[in-house]
């Protein structure tokens, strides 16, 4: 499909921050744009700088472009582009114009989202969209609300949309001693997984707790402090139905 350049624009996105070759944000090498601003509260977060939308800078979508065109030459056949967070959707009509832009420049455009996002915006996203990497924090309501503050129906609609508007999907789940890390649970996320015909594949990320310095400079308590982190002993039978889950 052919993309047309849009017209020079000053809208311009707040922005946390930017990495060069990232490796974990989409296939191939990656220019990850880390968007500023969360409306969720997930417990485990590793960003809890990017929660205001206060903080970050303003760029335009050119500025942005520039830089991400800077290493094309780095992306070969399966890099490109990946908006992440923070959460994009949360500016989405900047989100859909800058990936717009990077389409019209024949960039593989990706999204890290909690999908937990307005449809409307989260679609005009999605037409650009090329790969959606999304992070089904639990699999059920209670646990959404608990640990993230965030509707556990509002991330399936998204997930719907995803399916209606045939994008490539990868589910993601941080996997938490203590509170989703049964194989029941692991059951329960390849039967939600079973349900999108878009879903390409699933990934168990173990618990870490690598922020702990980021949330007392913040001067943050860190909900999970007395938690452990997921060692191989809880993420091996997780592995292993999520191995054996046909989706
Ligand atoms: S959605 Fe991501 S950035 Fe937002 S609170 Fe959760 S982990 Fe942090």
Redesign the pocket.
Known sequence: MQYKVAAVSENKGRINAFQTFGTLEGPGIRFVVFFQG?????A?????E??SMQEGTSYTVDEIIEKAMRCKPYFGDTGGITLS???PLLQSAFAAELLQAAKARSLHTAICT?G?ADLCGARGVLEYTDLVIA?L?FTTDNAYRKY?R?SLQTVLDFLQLTEEMRRPLWLRQ?IVPGINDTPEDAATLCGVARRFSNVEKVELLPFRKFCLEKYANLGLPFPLQETPEADAETMGPLLEVLGKCRF
Request: net charge neutral.
């Open positions: 969360c409306a969720l509260r997930c485990y977060c590793h960003n809890p990017t929660w967070g923070g959460e909690a937990s992070d924090k993230c965030g941080v």
